[in-house]
């Protein structure tokens, strides 16, 4: 029951986020859980690959790299869900850093 109210608050929190950036969309709040969902499973799969892969310029970078990932999770997903729509790498990184600090706020909320 916690993953599907957590799913549906990541979901809400990523309509927020492209209600306030102008280079992301998302067709509706089905769409915004889905891609949540989608989201979730790029970084339970994808993720970890790419961060093996990239860990030396991330050690080099100090970790700031991770953005770079997150940003192209963002962008991989806008590929796979038809109703999200990103605009470049740019605005994929400034959505993903607006929906970290919104899920954080989730977290920190809903947390017992």
Do not use: C, E, Q
């Not at 608050?9 to 891609?35: F, K, Q, R, S």
């Amino acid at each position: 029951m916690g993953f599907i109210i957590k799913l549906i608050l990541t979901g809400i929190a990523a309509a927020i986020a492209a209600y306030i950036l102008p280079g992301v969309t998302i067709d509706g709040l089905g769409t915004a859980i889905l891609l949540a969902l989608v989201l979730g499973i790029l970084n339970a799969i994808v993720k970890p690959i790419l961060v093996v892969l990239s860990l030396p310029i991330t050690i080099i970078t100090l970790g700031l790299f991770l953005l770079v990932i997150n940003a192209l999770i963002i962008l991989l997903a806008d590929y796979i869900l038809a109703g999200f729509r990103v605009d470049g790498f740019i605005w994929a990184l400034i959505f993903s850093f607006v929906l970290s600090i919104l899920t954080s706020i989730v977290d920190m909320v809903t947390k017992k």
